[in-house]
């Protein structure tokens, strides 16, 4: 089938690989954060003493989140499949839901961790916590904010067919928050 | 098929893996722990387990994008897109100095956070200010496959912007640098100084405008080095401190008025 060789040329996929290191590295730098709060919550397990305070962790914040955090995978995929159709309205509405889902995400936990009023130095446990939620916090604020621009690329018909490779390289961020933020739900927010 | 780069990261990420199981059989792990990921019995060291299975996962990430995008391949790329030939790669667009200033930007953010809420807010502004630039650099880079084209293209879009902002900013820079070296100099010194500076650049913009032949790499060296002059000497003003001010008459008189002293 011939078509036109497109004018304005572009790098086959180089942004998308760069945006795997990156992405990896940021993976990695929350596996150092886990190794830390693991090692150090199953020495205080094993030497009896109390993690949490009682009551100060609950599963419905963190599992309303996770089920957030799923349903943006969805909208996420939505808009790369809708970008690869180049289906601008499609797009649009599928980057807009994922921001919103994110946002929204954001919203849930700084209203929990205001909610239980739990000091940032009440103990280690309490500065893991917030070290590691804060870090995904800034990482899923990223992710809305690429999601900003790329919804402005899309209004200006930049995000298309030919054009993808930064919607596919955001959406493989998302995925990776939406990983990081697994391992908060099942490693904090259910095994407290 | 499976691709080059697929069975390399992906054999990276079985072999950290079976490190990982390894690292937790051998420092205290129990029952099918290390390979169930702490499901059923402990894991040994966490802090090696951890970050192991995590770079594995990494490892099995970068072997997934390999295949999926096909090592990056172009002709992939093409065959993907449907055309006959892979989309030519974009045209050389040479070094950017937008990644060191917007570092610095961000190295500043870092520091005002600890010292001072003014070296912060200057971060994020240097920072804002980058992303523009940097952002349009690379819209420019696009506009054709012609480099002398595109910065054209940058320059009629950017320089009615960035002009005024620069000058401004420049104006203001020269303000504060010189005032602080009067505040710094004695009576008699300012007046020297304000006539020296006044001077140079009266002398540097004659000898300019008399020679229109002169190339623009040797304007923006002489602007350069003078910038650079003026913050030296203002840093160095701000860092000796101000003379002292002496208040005329009694310290009851509150008619009084400032008057400096030599000292």
């Given amino acids: 089938m011939a078509s036109t060789i497109p004018t304005a040329p572009t790098r086959p996929r180089t942004l998308v690989v760069a945006s795997a290191f990156g992405t990896g590295s940021v993976l990695m730098y929350f596996g150092g954060l886990f190794a830390l709060y693991f090692s150090i919550r199953a020495d205080a397990m094993a030497w009896g003493t109390q993690w949490y305070p009682e009551g100060a962790i609950q599963l419905v914040p963190g599992g309303m989140n996770m089920a957030t955090l799923a349903m943006s995978v969805i909208t996420m995929c ?50 893991l916590l917030f070290t590691i939620v804060g870090s995904h916090l800034v990482m899923v604020v990223v992710g809305v904010l690429w999601l900003s621009m790329l919804l402005l690329r899309t209004l200006g018909g930049q995000d298309t067919s030919r054009d993808r490779d930064l919607v596919s390289a955001a959406a493989l961020y998302w995925y990776a928050a939406v990983a990081v933020y697994s391992v908060i739900w099942v490693g904090i927010y259910i095994a407290k | 098929m499976l691709t080059t780069g697929f069975k390399l990261w992906f054999g990276f990420a079985v072999a950290v893996a079976f490190a990982a199981v390894f690292a937790g059989y051998t420092s205290g792990a ?42 990056g391949d172009a002709r992939a790329q093409a065959e993907v897109l449907g055309l006959d030939e892979a989309p030519a790669g974009q045209s050389d667009v040479g070094n950017s100095l937008w990644p060191v200033f917007g570092a610095l930007g961000i190295g500043a953010i870092g520091v005002g956070l600890v010292v001072h809420a003014a070296i912060f807010v200057l971060g994020l502004v240097v920072v804002a200010a980058i992303g523009v630039e940097w952002t349009m650099t690379n819209w420019s880079e696009k506009v054709s496959g012609d480099p002398a084209a595109n910065a054209e293209a940058r320059e009629n879009l950017m320089r009615p912007i960035e002009i005024p902002i620069l000058g401004t900013v420049g104006v203001a820079v020269l303000v504060v640098a010189v005032s602080r070296v009067l505040l710094a100099s004695s009576v008699n010194g300012a007046v020297v100084v304000a006539t020296l500076v006044g001077m140079a650049i009266f002398g540097l913009a004659v000898l300019v405008s008399q020679r229109p032949q002169m190339p623009r790499n040797a ?31 009694s310290s009851t008189d509150h008619g009084g008025v400032d008057v400096e002293a030599d000292h």
């Fill in chain 2, 30 to 71: 129990t029952e099918t722990g290390p390979i169930s990921i702490g499901w059923k019995g402990g894991v040994g060291n966490h802090v090696s387990y951890t970050i192991l299975i995590f770079a594995s996962g990494v490892l099995a990430m970068f072997g997934l994008i390999a295949v999926a995008f096909r090592d």
């Fill in chain 1, 78 to 127: 939505w808009a790369v499949h809708a970008v690869l159709n180049d289906d601008r309205v499609h797009a649009m509405i599928a980057m807009t839901l994922t921001a919103v889902l994110g946002i929204a995400m954001v919203n849930q936990t700084v209203f929990y961790f205001m909610d239980i009023g739990l000091p940032i130095d009440a103990s280690e446990a309490a500065t």
């Fill in chain 2, 219 to 249: 304007v923006r060296s002489i602007l350069f080095v003078g910038v650079v002059v003026v913050l030296a000497m203002g840093i160095l003003a701000v860092a000796s401190g101000e003379r002292e001010f002496h208040q005329k008459g």
